[in-house]
């Protein structure tokens, strides 16, 4: 039978200590990143893996974190689930994936059977803005972090981790980005309001709009659900309108993916006649055929985060963090900033 890599081994070719290494494996303070990469690098070089079941004896742990997201059809939940299975494989763990559907009830049924099996703790990121079951979480102590959607609990405040992009920053910029390109009538495809997203993404718009004194026309904000279809049936409404807009905002790349499906079915150019604008930044946007102008709230990041949160909240170490990566302008071709920049330079505009 072939031997397993030892962590001795591992501090050997790294050139540090074996404690270094525990540090790193057990996401202990103390350690810098250069240092920490480079010992995680050489961990997944070597192939090394903890001895679980030695380990659970010790420690009482199970070496497994629940993840619930609400689909894997929104690309957004792949890449972030990818970071957290990637990082979390460094540090020793597995991940169990579940999918709520949007369901609060399926939600509060996986919360369940994770912890039947015993579970070291949760990543949640299909929580509502009322939400029982974080609370319930919570209250019988079982680590968790909650990533991109908050809980608006005030008896959860100072209470659970959260790592997430400034969705209110994020939905400003998007539509400060249009009225600068010329656009004051500007439709918006939202998500569920029972989702945070939603509400800071859209009082980030209505800030935007109320920065220039352009009204807040409800008529304008059609709901989805961010997945591709409502994208696709949310632009079809707002271009069926008597007085369509000349750019769309959507909530999420994947509904900005529908969009621009059904604006290229109704005869109009994206984005010569409609500009259109998303927010995440997931891997299709940047395809040439696409382009997505799209805002970047740094998905592998805030995967990465939550992992490292978690290993601190179960082994009952630190305070209660809230981890707020700053939103990024990813400028591409359908909001039409480099059509203009380039007639701009030719003297037409």
Known sequence: MKRGVTIKEIARAAGVSPMTVSRVLNCRPG???????????IVEELNYRPNLLARGLVTRRSGTIGMIITTIKNPFYLELAQAVEEEARAHGYNIILCCTRFEQELEAEHIQELKRRGVDGIILTSAHTRDEEVARLVEEGVPVVLVNRRVFEPDLSGKVDFVGVDNRAGGKVAVRHLIEMGHWRIGIIRGGMESSVTLERLEGAREALEEVSLPWDEELVIEGDFLRESGYEGAKRLMALDDPPSAIFCLNDYMALGAYDALLEMGFRVPEDVALVGFNDVEFSSLRMIGLTTV???????????????????????????VIFSPELVIRRSCGYHQRAKRRKEGVL
């Open 296 to 322: 970047s709230q740094k998905t592998y990041f805030m995967g990465q985060t939550a992992v490292r949160l978690l290993c601190s909240r179960v082994r009952g170490e630190g305070e209660v963090r809230e």
């Open 31 to 41: 350690v810098r990143e250069e240092t920490r990469r480079k010992v995680l690098r």
